[in-house]
């Protein structure tokens, strides 16, 4: 089974921190993703990567930033934290697609409060 | 663009009894559907996928879903709903390549003893 291992299930940290979150999978998958899941708006993609040293803008990137120096893992770097931020964030990692789609993998989460 | 409604944010039903869940996409190419759960504190888990193969789909934990493209539709459903099933579930389609995934907003499952 794929196992996606998120290095905190619940971090504190203070406004103006940098914080980072660790990701790692053992699949050899290509794609890695960034989400943040807050009550009333689902999950929303941050970032996400398709290869080593490469990355792509979701579609709530801001304050934000990633590093993927190793094909299985994957970081989410919050530059400056603000309470805004408080949030759970999720962590997937998914296979190139043969001829269809494959699913993506999530692991349990990092529930972040920033004070 | 793609699209994805789930229809019912909050589902009750009584143990023992079937459950349908109800989800209609939107998608200007051919989709990968996928059905998610997810339990308190805890990551998204794969129940089943449709990638253009047979339309009735079957899952795990007694879950099957059934792709209707005339209906733009991929309910979820189960015969007989178990205390365990109550969580959070998430419609998702996505289209070739795989990096554009649009989640539905998630229907929470009850379960009633």
């Known amino acids: 089974d794929v196992k996606v291992t998120q290095s905190s299930r619940y971090l504190v940290k203070r406004t103006g921190e940098k914080v980072f979150l660790e990701c790692v999978q053992d699949?050899?998958?290509?794609?890695m993703f960034w989400y943040r899941q807050d009550p009333g708006l689902g999950l929303r993609l941050i970032y996400f990567s398709y290869d080593v040293k490469m990355k792509e803008k979701g579609d709530i990137p801001e304050g934000y930033s990633v590093s993927r120096e190793k094909k299985e893992r994957f970081s989410l770097i919050l530059e400056s934290a603000s309470t805004n931020q408080t949030s759970m964030y999720l962590c997937?990692?998914?296979?190139?697609?043969?001829?269809?789609?494959?699913?993506?993998?999530f692991g349990d989460g990092t529930r972040l409060s920033i004070l | 663009a793609q699209s994805v409604t789930q229809l019912d944010s909050h589902v009750s039903v009584s143990e023992g009894t079937p459950v349908l869940l109800r989800c209609n996409y939107s998608s200007s190419y051919s989709p990968s559907l996928f059905w998610y759960v997810q339990h308190p504190n805890k990551g998204l888990q794969l129940l089943l996928k449709?990638?253009?193969?047979?339309?009735l789909v079957k899952g795990i934990n007694g879950f099957e879903a059934e792709f209707k493209k005339s209906e733009t539709s991929f309910h979820l459903t189960k015969p007989s709903a178990h205390m365990s099933d109550a969580a959070e579930y998430f419609c998702v389609v996505t289209r070739s390549g795989g990096f554009k995934t649009i989640f539905g907003a998630g229907t929470r499952l009850f379960v009633k003893a």
């Open positions: 699949m050899d998958h290509e794609n």
């Open positions: 449709y990638t253009s193969a047979a339309t």
């Open positions: 997937a990692s998914s296979p190139l697609p043969d001829r269809g789609n494959q699913p993506q993998h």
